[in-house]
């Protein structure tokens, strides 16, 4: 198990590697910079030179990488070019709007998912199981904004429930809890399919392994047999769909955001790429991505040491 786990720390340090190389060469593709955006077409080029030339926007390629990855080794993720603030500012503000919407789902998405999974696992072919999976089938077919714009329509606008967007929440969204009721309802209804059918694939195959059925002869009582043979077997591939429901889990974060007029990443990566502001963009984007990469980390190292004869491939 060490050795797996040493192996699997290493490729991740690799893949943040690639990706740090990545995301450097693709901000730097976009068009215009930081120095064009803040003058209007009327600037002189010596204007706009001058302000490159602050802002370090002339240096070579080469000389940029290499001072952008020192600084990323000692945790300084620079400085944004529009209003000069340091980027980790930027990120903390942001960043914790996003994560506490992420959580506040994967919190309510896994014993909702192991439920619902365990439920028509153990009724596979029956009416229970056809209609939940009827119902989270047409659920994650729907696209995230779809979705989100039938609620705000319904709930909001029609019924005047809940609140359609954040727009006036400011900084104490922290202590309106029905500003999230919408958005994760939206992220659970995308995500919650994907999981609890990987459960569900897992009940059914540990309900038909011989260490069940011996179980069964030798009277075990039903909920220890589901607790303590029927769950964790189920758990191994819920675990790595829970991964893979991480990964969507971000991308339906940033649509949720736009949606609803949510201050998260996504407002902060949209405005950072408006005005070019190539730091901003660079470390908003390379912290999901170190963040699909850990929870991939997580779900192999978890989903190996529940069955340590299966090797998890990636």
Known sequence: MARYALRRCGWTVVQLAVLSIVVFLLTDLLPGDAATVDFNEQAGLDQVAQL????????????????WTGSLLTGDLGTSLVGGRPVSEVLSRSVGVTAALAAITLLLLVPLAVALGLLTGLRAGGRTDRVVSAVTLTLASVPDFVLALLLVGVVSLRLGWLPATWVGADDQWWQRPELFVLPVTVLLARTVGGLSRQIRAGTIASLNAGYTVQARRLGVPPARLVLRHVLPGAAVPGVQELARTGDQLLGGVLVTEAVFAIPGTATALVEAVRNRDVPTVQALTLTLAAVACLLNLIADLVGRRLAPRTEVLR
């Open 52 to 67: 490159r030339e602050q802002m370090g926007l002339d240096r070579p390629l080469s000389e940029r990488f290499v001072d």
